[in-house]
Each structure stands twice: as structure tokens, then as C-alpha cells.
């Protein structure tokens, strides 16, 4: 679940951006819509703890993020938040194995590499646990990376504009997958876009729209 009241950033010399209330239930799927500016990044990362509001309060999976202080984010965030960002950020010199084993050692959790077989091969993956991230396609990045932010079964998955350079095809494709896993982790989705293909493919998603104000 989400909770964020009275939220408010300011970044050095431009003004404060100011937020709508949220509240939403755990396996909920949030829409977070808007222009370029509205604050759609920056509402996601002050979710994921990433950033620290100038106002308000933040209580995402139960956690009231200002009682969290800044060493225990990390391991909070690992073991609770999965998260799909628009750059993938798959390190070159690992396998896409070793990619989602940097999970563990990020939550402080004992490396479960049977875990990463199954989470892997949920994916149709398997073939490609030994690969480097240049040798996968564009689709099977961001399906290594659905995996890795997956693989801890979080209770909330923040993804960033997944569908920003994806065909038709493709972006019915992803939606899907995204919508099916997050299901099977009972997980509260929250998905910041600016195409109008997402909303189609989600009619039962909620909407918070940014810089317009209000929520759907």
C-alpha cells in the first residue's frame, strides 16, 4: 500500500512542486500521468525513498518513510520495493544471473540462487542466465530487469515509463507481463507514463494526474 499526504519538493531555485493525496490498497494499480515536469520521476522517487519530501508524509508497505533513516533505506527498499526504471541499469560486467543475485547482497539477505533459476524461468529466461546484458534484445533486458525487480516478491512495484519505445506489439506484450506478475506477488503497482496505450490496457487502474491536479 501507498499513503502520501500534503507531499511536497523543491529543487534548488525552481519552485516547490506540490502533489495530490494518494491512498492506495495493497494490490492496487496506480497510473501516475502528466507532462514533462509535472514531477512524475520525482514522485517515484520520493516513494521509493530515493528523495525526502521538503513536506508531508510518505507511508508506502507500512513504513512511515520519515522514521526511516538514510542508512536503512537501502536494505528497506531491496527487500520491499521492486522497481523498473526507464533505464534499466543491467551491469555490463556481470551475467544476467549475477544481475539479480546484486539483490541479496543489496537487501542483506543470503544468496538464494535457486530463487534466481525459478524467477528466471517464470520469464522464459533460463537460456539466458549466462549472457551479459549486450547480448540481449531490447525485450529481454527489460524482462531480466521485471525479474530482478521481481525476484523478492516486494509489496510494491514502481515502473517508469515502460512503455516509452516499444511498438504496439511490444507494449501490449509488456503491459501484460507486467500486470500478470504483479498479481502473482500481490504486489501495489504504480506505473508513471505519458502514453495513452497504458490506460487502454489497464482500464482498471486508478489515476493520479500531475501538474493538472486530481486523481481518478
Not at 94 to 123: K, M
Not at 169 to 192: D, F, K, N, P, Y
Request: net charge positive.
Amino acid at each position: 500500500m501507498i499513503a502520501a499526504n500534503g507531499l511536497a519538493y523543491a529543487y534548488p531555485g525552481a519552485p516547490a512542486l506540490r502533489f495530490p493525496d494518494v491512498a492506495l490498497g495493497q494490490g492496487e494499480t496506480l497510473l501516475l500521468r502528466g507532462p514533462s515536469g509535472s514531477g512524475k520521476s520525482t514522485w517515484l522517487a520520493l516513494v521509493a525513498g530515493l528523495l525526502t519530501p521538503a513536506e508531508g508524509r510518505i507511508v508506502v508497505a507500512g513504513q512511515d518513510l520519515s522514521g526511516l533513516g538514510a542508512a536503512a533505506r537501502d536494505p528497506w527498499r531491496a527487500r520491499h520495493l521492486g522497481v523498473l526504471p526507464q533505464r534499466l541499469f543491467l551491469s555490463e560486467a556481470l551475467t544476467v544471473s549475477d544481475n539479480l543475485a546484486l539483490v541479496y547482497f543489496a537487501a542483506g539477505l543470503p544468496l538464494d540462487r535457486g530463487a534466481i533459476d525459478r524467477s528466471l524461468r517464470r520469464l522464459g529466461l533460463e537460456a539466458l542466465a549466462g549472457r551479459k546484458p549486450s547480448q540481449l534484445s531490447g525485450g529481454q533486458a527489460q524482462r531480466v530487469a521485471l525479474a530482478r525487480a521481481l525476484l523478492l516478491e516486494p509489496k510494491v512495484l514502481l515502473v517508469d515509463e515502460p512503455t516509452a519505445s516499444l511498438d504496439d506489439e511490444a507494449c501490449h506484450a509488456a503491459l501484460a507481463l507486467l500486470g500478470q506478475r504483479a498479481a502473482e506477488v500481490g504486489a501495489t503497482m504504480v506505473i508513471s507514463t505519458h502514453d495513452a496505450r497504458v490506460a487502454a490496457a489497464l482500464p482498471g487502474a486508478r489515476t493520479l494526474r500531475l501538474g493538472r491536479g486530481g486523481a481518478a
